[in-house]
């Protein structure tokens, strides 16, 4: 059973900077992409960021040039490097690996860490 454990939440304020880190458990972390999501109250999870196996990333255009993921294949962690953080990015973030043919279209979630930007 693959799981994604999240850190590195918490509260910040608006202008601050925060780090995400997540690190599955078992032998597919170079294999797979891997995403960030979020999702604050009332509100649908959407798609922060996107990383494929071979570096290529995406983003969405709410983070662009603030937002920063990348892995580290040698230590089996996925990061998400969020500067000039907004109230409006308050959420909980959640690590994923997107459903593939390499994973039997299974997709998988972490816990979830909350993100809270004040004021």
């Not at 009332?42 to 570096?55: G, H, M, P």
């Not at 969405?60 to 937002?67: H, I, L, P, Q, T």
């Not at 990348?70 to 959420?91: G, H, V």
């Not at 959640?94 to 809270?116: A, K, M, R, S």
Request: overall charge neutral; proline content about 6%; glycine content about 8%.
């Amino acid at each position: 059973q693959v799981q994604l454990v999240e850190s590195g939440g918490g509260l910040v304020q608006a202008g601050g900077s925060l780090r995400l880190s997540c690190a599955p458990s078992g032998s597919i972390f170079g294999i797979n992409p891997m995403a960030w999501y979020r999702q604050a109250p009332e509100k649908q999870r959407e798609l922060v960021a996107l990383i494929s196996t071979s570096d290529n990333v995406n983003y969405a255009d709410s983070v662009k040039g603030r937002f920063t993921i990348s892995r580290d294949n040698a230590k089996n962690t996925l990061y998400l490097q969020m500067n000039s953080l907004k109230p409006e990015d308050s959420a909980v973030y959640y690590c994923n690996i997107p459903p593939t043919p390499i994973n039997n279209w299974h997709t998988y979630w972490g816990q979830g860490t909350q993100v809270t930007v004040s004021s």
